[in-house]
């Protein structure tokens, strides 16, 4: 069930932010990409990015199934990323994503020698830390180099079936190559930030291992880990020193808030199984700090708010039976819940006889 308008009012209760230390990433499905793949391909994200090492742990700034992005897409990789980049600006805005990922169908890149196009799992945009020669890190006055936060921060994501295995590798991936860190031959694009940030890959004939950075024809199996060896292949310093820009591309402008506006309509005053039923919704003045709202009643009326459910978006079905209930409503995030709002709603029950 949808509302009516996707349009909030934002009144941004504005406060000065410490540096931020959690990335806020935002999925969004392309017309031709599979929602539940780009689901479970968040979450391998999620599991295995080191947080304890980089200091910097990732958000989602949404929960439950990605949302949609609707733009005309053509299957070449670079040209939808582009289009999607370019035209990502407010949805980005409205949920403070420091990086952007999409998730589209079948891709292909032009192969640079033969000039056919070929299958892709995924692709980044990265020019900051990438190239020959330095300076490639290049840090403000915090110590942060936010120079990437207009154009490094998107990658686009193949959910189709013909990257099988890639599935649960590429995001992770393209998010590393986010972070600076680069394949195991550097070839014609040089390395990424700095002369170490390379996989690891070896293949002795009997024993074939490649790190999660290593290209994909490379031989041996892909494991889930950062390279870290120390001079040569250590991707994971490349991680350690820009984890903390990536986070602030965007600092959230406003904070936690307690729900607004809670209201609601009457779907049904008496179903067959003796049910009053409801839609109730609400208005949240900060969509960027909330990933997911929490339902409380009070029923019968007056008695104390009781936890009746989680829903991850601002709006809910509610069905009451027996007693009419006041709802409210609070937004949560992953460590903590506003107040309950102010504003409520009565889920008035109207199965009883009429006297
Ligand atoms: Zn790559």
Redesign the pocket.
């Given at each position: 069930m949808k509302r009516l308008s996707l349009i909030l009012v934002a009144l941004f209760n504005c406060s000065v932010q410490a540096q931020d230390t959690e990335t806020t990433v935002l999925g969004l499905v392309l017309p031709e990409g599979d929602a539940q793949v780009a689901s479970n391909q968040l979450a391998s994200l999620i599991s295995y990015w080191p947080s304890s090492q980089t200091g910097v742990s990732i958000k989602m700034a949404t929960v439950g199934i990605p949302l949609q992005f609707v733009i005309p897409v053509t299957g070449d990789a670079q040209a939808d990323m582009d289009l999607a980049m370019a035209t990502v600006g407010p949805i980005r805005d409205q949920y403070g994503a420091d990086i952007v990922l999409f998730f589209g169908g079948f891709l292909t890149v032009e192969d640079p020698e033969t000039g056919e196009q070929i299958n892709v799992c995924?692709r980044?945009n990265q020019e900051n830390w990438l190239g020959f020669g330095a300076p490639k890190w290049d840090p403000n006055g915090a110590g942060l180099d936010l120079n990437g936060s207009e154009d490094g921060f998107v990658a686009i994501i193949s959910t189709d079936i013909a990257c099988g295995f890639s599935f649960t590798v590429t995001p992770i991936?393209?998010y590393g190559?986010l972070h600076g860190a680069g394949?195991f031959d550097p070839d014609a694009i040089g390395y990424y930030l700095n002369d170490d940030s390379r996989a690891y890959h070896v293949d002795t004939g009997f024993v074939a291992f490649k790190t999660i950075?290593a290209?994909g024809g490379l031989s041996g199996t892909q494991t889930f880990v950062f390279s870290t060896y120390t001079g040569f292949y250590n991707n994971m310093r490349a991680l350690v020193r820009t984890a903390q820009s990536v986070a602030n591309y965007r600092v959230p402008q406003c904070g936690l808030a307690a729900p607004i506006n809670v209201q609601g309509v009457l779907t049904n005053a008496c179903t067959e199984f003796q049910h009053s039923t409801h839609i109730v919704f609400w208005d949240d003045s900060c969509p960027a700090a909330t990933a997911y709202y929490q339902i409380w009643a009070s029923q019968p009326l007056g008695a104390p708010y009781t936890f009746k459910g989680s829903v991850p978006i601002d709006i809910v079905g509610v069905s009451v039976v027996g007693a009419s209930a006041w709802v409210k409503v609070k937004a949560c995030d992953f460590d903590t819940c506003s107040p309950l709002s102010s504003s409520k709603y009565l889920a008035a029950y109207l199965c009883f006889p009429q006297s």
């Open positions: 995924g980044a991936h393209e190559h394949h950075m290209e």
